[in-house]
């Protein structure tokens, strides 16, 4: 016992971990940095980078580490590469942890809802803009267990430096114990000093953790993690604001009733906007993945001030054609024009890139909502709102933040700025997201389904919300639907599509009473059941 | 191999006289030679010549490789841990003073001795290992002493080993990779099976502390090695092991200097000459309790 104190507290094995520490962090870090290009490479759109990173990982994953440090200390000398023996352990390390990074990066960039990328695109964000504010936020909060782990692994691999003559703690003991013979009490006292240091990098972990946690509510909170019983009651704490919460429709007083406008205005309206000019012409638009053909030449023009209904069943090309229009997909053949530009093509009229793509986005100015709401999770509802405005916009911090509290109020969702999606219920959500697609002023808003991923009973607050904007505000819209009755009371047309076109188009209340084509017929019968439009009145 | 050193072909009891014998010696030549050494004041005409010869040595830090696992020849100071301390550190320091050049120590396992220094990450290795054909292939071999190796066993020695003879067959020998041990004990297969008894069988490890534990396991039957290797076990644990016997190799130790550099390899060469002229040689056996009768003329293992 006393020989495993003396050793303990033996200068020589203390140092050692010095040269322990530095290994691993050289490992860590230029496995961290080389984990980044390497992912960088396999999540690129070029073939080639992808093909040479898979390669590097076969055979830096699939070789023992021993061998690496033994090839970096002996075998680099060779070409004339002399490292000292940390910068070999080290360097070993880095190409040895660097596969293992790049699979946590990758898994974490790939793990982050596609939605919310989606959802970043169409509010002009760039690729890189997109990285580094919503997908690196979310990717690295879910890494760092994994970092967490990999730091450990490396910690422990760094021993394996002993083979090429660095002083670190394993080295510093194996020869300790051939010139004293205390063999036990020397890897004992060595192992604890291992486990203090594996135990550091744990309580780090739970700390930087905890730093990022997004539902922590107080400072005070940061230490209680360590306290077993304060964890059960996380799911308790997740459950409070929710029930604080008084029902929605209590929020919205003067939207519970839908705004009577009688058809004759109706009537009239759709006829002046006739008169607009025009803001979304598609002509002739041809789309297939593969065999599939998904767009069979779309038609379709909108003047602006108007609202326009898709309707039609699932499958029939109503989202493709609402991504066409945004360019958040590509076509093969049509063409797509918004305010007067045409999309997709420079003006030599070779194909853009995804940057070039996102600014078209941002200075065309098109709004999309989508079915699934692709709220960016990491961030409250205000910064969903605020961010993009400052990113892509260039807005100071004071006026974007301005401009999310306006369009909150107007969604009715003030007192839930600072809340985070996840504890919003789905009508809260989508009521933000369409307050996040309207921010930038867009001069036509795309809605994609925007109440079929709602429970019913939420289902009016959103639809309350974009008849307003359809009839107080006189916002140019095209919304892909199957609320038949709500296209009837707020779309100035609908265009009815089966088989990637439009078979029918006119002014909705006469389509949806009186449709000449079967098909369309067939479709609104089959919706009739419980959407039936309003009789004339 | 390695290490062989010392000492010793005898049994044990007159390895306890020869060490009494041995500390008399040392403390007497301790006074008359050590203190001139020390003072590098040691054959000093030869040396002054050597570096007038081989200016290019002198007021260099070369890089010494060595398997700090052998007390008595390399291993770090119990009291100093910072140090390395032993037999072959001594000599390195004197041939380096006659020289005019100061050496640093990478620890290495013994496996890597060679390859360290044919990669260029040490100039010179002085650290117990004997010079055969095989090795002389990667490098030169200045020899500098004969080799003697002990039989380490459990006290009571439960197998009767009697040596790298049938007496092995059935029984597990620890050795450390790479060493000179090994294939003599894979030799004894086809003996054994002539005997009609099963083979002895290896277990590989990367240095001595390792090879003594597996005896003192139980997993091992014996290690065989330099015979002050397995004096020192046997001191550190004598309730437990024992040497069965002290037997004859035929090698010798040699230092290792790269096959590119034969400007080295005789300037080391020529100042272990001096070295052994003025009786440093002599006396650090006796420094070390090693055998005096492990002392050789330096001769050139060289292979093309």
């Not at chain 1, 049509?334 to 007067?340: D, I, L, N, T």
């Not at chain 2, 092995?168 to 004990?185: K, S």
Request: hydrophobic residues 45%; proline residues 6%.
């Amino acid at each position: 016992m006393s020989l495993f104190v003396h050793y303990l507290s033996l200068p020589y094995l203390i140092e050692g971990i010095w040269f322990t520490v530095a290994v691993t962090a050289l490992g860590l870090a230029g496995g961290l940095i080389l984990g980044l290009v390497l992912a960088a490479m396999q999540l690129s759109r070029f073939a080639v980078l992808a093909a040479l990173a898979r390669g590097y990982t076969v055979i830096f994953r699939g070789t023992p580490l021993i061998l690496q440090m033994v090839f970096a200390y002996d075998a680099l000398p060779q070409i004339g590469l002399k490292l000292s023996a940390i910068g070999a352990a080290g360097l070993a390390l880095a190409a040895n942890e660097a596969p293992f990074i790049a699979e946590m990066l990758r898994a974490g960039v790939l793990g982050v809802d596609g939605g919310q990328v989606l959802a970043g695109q169409a509010l002009g964000m760039t690729p890189s803009l997109l990285m580094r504010r919503i997908i690196a936020p979310q990717a690295i909060r879910t890494m760092i267990p994994a970092f967490g782990n990999e730091t450990v692994s490396a910690l422990k691999n760094s021993s394996l430096a002993s083979v090429i003559s660095v002083q670190e703690l394993t080295l510093r003991s194996t020869q300790l114990a051939s010139s004293t013979f205390d063999f036990f009490s020397i890897f004992f006292a060595s192992g604890l000093i291992y486990l203090v240091l594996t135990s550091l990098v744990s309580v780090i972990q739970l700390f930087v953790e905890r730093a990022l946690d997004l539902d922590r509510v107080t400072p005070q909170g940061r230490l209680s993690i360590f306290l077993p019983w304060r964890r059960v009651d996380l799911q308790t704490k997740l459950a409070e604001p929710a029930a604080l919460l008084p029902p929605p429709h209590s929020l919205l007083p003067e939207m519970t009733a839908p705004r009577p406008t009688s058809r004759s205005d109706r009537a009239k309206h759709a006829a002046m906007v006739q008169r607009n000019n025009v803001a979304v012409e598609v002509t002739g638009l041809r789309k297939s993945y593969g065999a599939q053909t998904v767009l069979n030449g779309v038609d379709l023009t909108v003047r602006v001030g108007e609202v326009v209904a898709l309707l039609g069943p699932s499958g029939s090309g109503k989202s493709t054609l609402l991504r066409c229009i945004n360019h958040l997909e590509n076509w093969d053949s049509g063409m797509v024009r918004v305010g007067g530009r045409r999309l997709g093509h420079s003006d030599d009229g070779r194909k853009l890139s995804p940057r070039a793509i996102a600014n078209e986005r941002a200075s065309v100015g098109v709004g999309m909502v989508f079915q699934q709401f692709n709220l960016f999770s990491h961030l409250t509802a205000r910064e969903n709102v605020a961010g993009p405005l400052r990113w892509v916009h260039g807005l100071t911090r004071t006026d974007a933040d301005r401009r999310a509290r306006e369009l909150l109020e107007r969604v009715g969702l003030s007192h839930r700025a600072d809340a985070l999606p996840r504890h919003l219920s789905g009508g809260q959500q989508q009521r933000v997201a369409i307050a996040r697609a309207l921010a930038p002023n867009p001069s036509v808003l795309l809605l994609d389904e925007p109440t079929s991923a709602l429970d019913p009973e939420l289902v009016n607050e959103v639809l309350e919300v974009i008849r307003r904007l359809a009839v107080d505000d006189g916002l140019t819209m095209i919304i892909s639907t199957h609320q038949i009755r709500f296209a009837d009371e707020v779309a100035d047309r609908v265009a009815f599509l089966s088989g990637g076109s439009i078979i029918e188009q006119g002014p909705a209340h006469e389509i949806l009473s009186n449709p000449q084509h079967p098909a369309t017929a067939r479709f609104l019968s089959v919706m009739e059941a419980d959407k039936a439009p309003e009789s004339t009145s | 191999m390695h290490r062989q050193s010392s000492t010793e072909a005898r049994a044990r009891h007159s390895a306890v006289i020869s060490g009494l014998r041995s500390a008399a010696l040392a403390t007497f030549l301790l006074a008359t030679i050590w203190a001139p050494t020390s003072a590098s004041a040691a054959a000093p005409a030869g040396c002054a010549a050597l570096q007038t010869k081989y200016p290019q040595f002198k007021g260099k830090q070369l890089v010494n490789a060595i398997n700090p696992h052998t007390p008595g020849y390399e291993a770090i100071d119990p009291k100093d841990p910072n140090k390395y301390v032993g037999f072959d550190i001594d000599l390195g320091e004197a041939i380096g003073e006659c020289l005019g050049f100061t050496l640093t120590y990478k620890p290495v396992t013994f496996a890597a001795l060679l390859t360290t220094l044919a990669s260029g990450q040490a100039d010179i290795v002085i650290s117990d290992i004997y010079a055969t054909e095989e090795r002389a292939k990667a490098a030169d071999f200045i020899t500098y002493s004969k080799v003697f190796d002990g039989v380490l066993v459990a006290k009571g020695n439960p197998k009767k080993i009697t040596g790298i003879n049938i007496s092995m067959c059935g029984a597990a020998a620890a050795e450390n990779t790479g060493y000179v041990e090994v294939p003599l004990v894979q030799a004894l297969a086809p003996e054994c099976k002539k005997e009609g008894k099963p083979e002895p069988t290896l277990q590989l490890y990367d240095n001595n502390a390792n090879c003594i534990q597996a005896i003192l396991a139980g997993r091992a039957d014996t290690y065989v090695n330099d015979v002050n290797t397995v004096d020192q076990a046997v001191k550190a644990n004598p309730d437990k092991l024992e040497k069965a016997i002290a037997v004859t190799i035929p090698y010798s130790v040699g230092i290792a200097v790269p096959k590119d550099k034969p400007d080295f390899r005789d300037a080391v060469m020529a100042a272990l000459i001096e070295v052994q002229k003025a009786g440093t040689h002599k006396a650090l056996l006796a420094k070390w309790e090693l055998d005096p009768n492990n002392f050789k003329e330096p001769d050139i293992l060289s292979v093309k």
